[in-house]
Every structure is written in C-alpha cells, then in structure tokens.
C-alpha cells in the first residue's frame, strides 16, 4: 500500500548543528505522487512547510530544503543550521494529485525535534 | 490570508457521551474539507472528505453513524464524535481548501480526552 516512513523521534540538536531527517515513501497506488513536509509548532495547527511535485525537483523554505528522490523514494528534510525557534514536530507526508473530488494526504508517523541553546 | 480557526482547542468528556468540534474558513471559500485524527503514539489518519456538492467519503474504519460530518457552506465544517470511547481520543484535526489546486490549511486541532 501507500506509507510513509520517517525517522523516529525524538531528535534533539543543538542551535547551529546541522539537521536531517529521513523519509522514504512507498506509493503503489499513485502514479506521482506529490510529496510534503508539514510541521506544529506547540499549540498550532499543522503548517505547510515545503513541497515538491515533480520527482528529481527540490522544495526549499525557512532554511530547510527537501530533494524528491524518485529511484531511492525519498524525500529527506535537511538544515545547514538550526535555530532554538525550529523546536517542532515535522510530518512527511505524500499525497495523490489524481485522486477525485480532492486528494488524501497520507502522513508519516511524525518526528520531535528540540533545538537546545 | 488563509486561515482555518478550528474550535474547541480541547475537550473533556465522559464516556458514551459526544462532543462536537467546528472549523471556520477564513480568507477563502472552503469547497473540501479533511478532518484527520490523531491517536496517541500514532500518526494522522483521514476520517473523512468533504466535499461542496458531493456526498462525503469516509475512510475505512470510519462510518457517518459513529463521526457525522456538516459542510453546509463554503466557510463551515463540523464533526462530532459520537458516543466517544477512549480509543477516541487523540487530536482531531481540519483541513480546507479551494478547489483542487490548491494546499489544504489546517486548524489548530481539538484534543479530545475521554473519561
């Protein structure tokens, strides 16, 4: 079936550290897929963070980068350097623009992260 | 912008008995919605898709009888959980959108805890 799997948290750096956190996705059913970080900050909703429709393509914001990796399927979120204010949880999650109606989102399982100072 | 306000941000209630949770869209006209749960140690899994116009599709394991669903406008959405048990709490969570180009937005979530 369509997953997403992503690295188990909690994941904790310090500011200025660099950061990865892993992805890989299975998509059986969808021929392409569109991939997407979300992330919450404590006490807010889920936020959009990057997203990359084409596979080889990579999504950018905030300082953080993902690259669609379309033969190793994945969609790892990188930062050169992380900030105290990045503490959150991060959320892989691919989706099926062909899907009818409107699509699903099909989220990993969510990754902690805590930037120490 | 777009903003979707979902309210409660969390609720208490006891078990057997429902609760309700709303979404209001701001900014833009909310043709779908997705409402999502979050159980704990687990990650978000669709309830259900609604959309204007169109007859609302639940998710396996999901049923109108147990999550009934309003969509009756471009800028409201409601859900209520039904004689809640405690394999229903967790964080519920909204999304909307305009049209099908476009990214969902999502509210801020209603944790529900059920005693």
């Known amino acids: 079936g369509d997953s997403v799997t992503q690295t188990e948290g909690p994941v904790t750096v310090s500011e200025s550290e660099s950061l990865i956190i892993n992805c890989t996705y299975s998509?059986?059913?969808?021929?392409?897929?569109?991939l997407f970080w979300y992330v919450r900050y404590p006490g807010e909703g889920l936020q959009l963070l990057l997203k990359v429709i084409t596979a080889g393509q990579k999504g950018s914001s905030r300082g953080f980068e993902a690259t669609y990796n379309k033969e190793t399927t994945s969609f790892h979120l990188q930062k050169a350097s992380v900030q105290e204010s990045d503490s959150a949880v991060y959320y892989c999650a691919l989706g099926d623009p062909a899907s009818s109606g409107s699509w699903q989102l099909i989220f990993g399982s969510g990754t902690q992260l805590t930037v120490m100072p | 912008g777009a903003l979707v306000y979902q309210y409660p941000r969390r609720t208490i209630c006891k078990s057997g008995t429902s609760m309700r949770m709303e979404c209001q869209a701001v900014?833009?006209?909310?043709?779908?919605v997705a409402w999502y749960r979050q159980s704990p140690q687990k990650t978000f899994e669709l309830i259900a898709l609604s959309t204007v116009n169109s007859a609302i599709k639940y998710e396996q394991n999901f049923t109108q009888e147990k999550f009934p669903i309003s969509h009756p406008n471009l800028s409201f959405s409601s859900m209520t959980v039904l004689n809640a048990y405690l394999e229903d709490r967790g964080l519920y969570l909204c999304?909307?959108?305009?049209?099908?180009?476009?990214?969902?937005?999502f509210g801020s979530g209603t944790r529900l805890l059920v005693i």
């Open positions: 999304g909307a959108r305009q049209g099908q180009n476009s990214d969902y937005t």
């Open positions: 998509a059986t059913s969808i021929a392409y897929p569109n």
């Open positions: 900014g833009f006209q909310a043709t779908s």
